[in-house]
């Protein structure tokens, strides 16, 4: 079964607009939200987390929404950059000290010039 | 330079052969995991080990097995592998302090034939 939901699988945003990719979970012990961004050949790198304490964290133009009682997280990046073009993976763990990350299926962004 | 090293790059394997994906770290973390990740379904934990000496399995660790003899040292192998087994693996580690990030090595692109 898919604990996190992510959606939409792609997104086309003109530069400078918002983009925003949702995501949602079933485990409320999960307690540790981050954010991954994959450009085509390489790993994915950390971007933001948040923790369920917390309704909102922003680091420069990512922004991320947690809305505990909904079980839903959001990503909004601000003033889109064609250089933000690549995956994003939403993903939640239980921080029992180690985390292993479940991971949401993905979503392609690409920003138009 | 600190990060995660993963060999080889990619490989392609007839059906039926062994194969060991190797991976190090250098940034002294205590857990380690391998992920695969194919196309509509996101990243999925294979194996994960939160200390030397210790393994356990992830949500999709048939076919595969793990040792961690040491910190630095996690490597995949595949008994005899499959067509099913065609992906792109990641290697990661983590700390085990509350909040550490999970970081992620370059990939491993495997094709089973």
């Known amino acids: 079964q898919q604990q996190v939901k992510q959606s939409p699988q792609s997104l086309i945003v003109q530069k400078g607009g918002i983009s925003i990719i949702n995501c949602a979970y079933e485990n409320t012990a999960f307690d540790y939200f981050p954010w991954y961004q994959q450009f085509p050949g390489k790993g994915p790198a950390l971007l933001i987390a948040?923790?369920?304490?917390?309704s909102e964290k922003k680091e420069g133009r990512f922004t991320i929404s947690f809305n505990k009682s909904a079980k839903q997280f959001s990503l909004h990046i601000m003033d889109s950059q064609p250089g933000d073009s690549a995956t994003y993976f939403c993903?939640?763990?239980?921080?029992?000290?180690?985390?292993?990350?479940?991971f949401g299926t993905g979503t392609r962004l690409l920003v138009s010039p | 330079i600190a990060g995660i090293t993963q060999a080889p790059t990619s490989q392609i394997l007839a059906a039926g052969r062994r194969m060991t994906l190797r991976c190090t770290q250098d940034m002294r973390h205590n857990a380690m995991y391998w992920y695969r990740q194919d196309l509509g379904l996101g990243l999925r934990l294979i194996h994960y080990?939160?200390?030397?000496?210790?393994?356990g399995k992830g949500e999709v660790p048939d076919g595969y097995s793990v040792s961690r003899a040491n910190t630095d040292d996690f490597p995949l192998t595949l008994a005899s592998a499959v067509p099913s087994q065609t992906s792109v693996y990641f290697c990661?580690?983590?700390?085990?302090?509350?909040?550490?990030?999970?970081?992620f090595g370059p990939g491993t692109r495997l094709t089973v034939l």
């Open positions: 948040i923790r369920p304490d917390v």
């Open positions: 993903a939640a763990s239980m921080n029992t000290g180690f985390q292993k990350l479940v």
């Open positions: 080990s939160n200390t030397a000496g210790t393994t």
């Open positions: 990661a580690s983590s700390g085990t302090s509350g909040g550490a990030g999970v970081f």
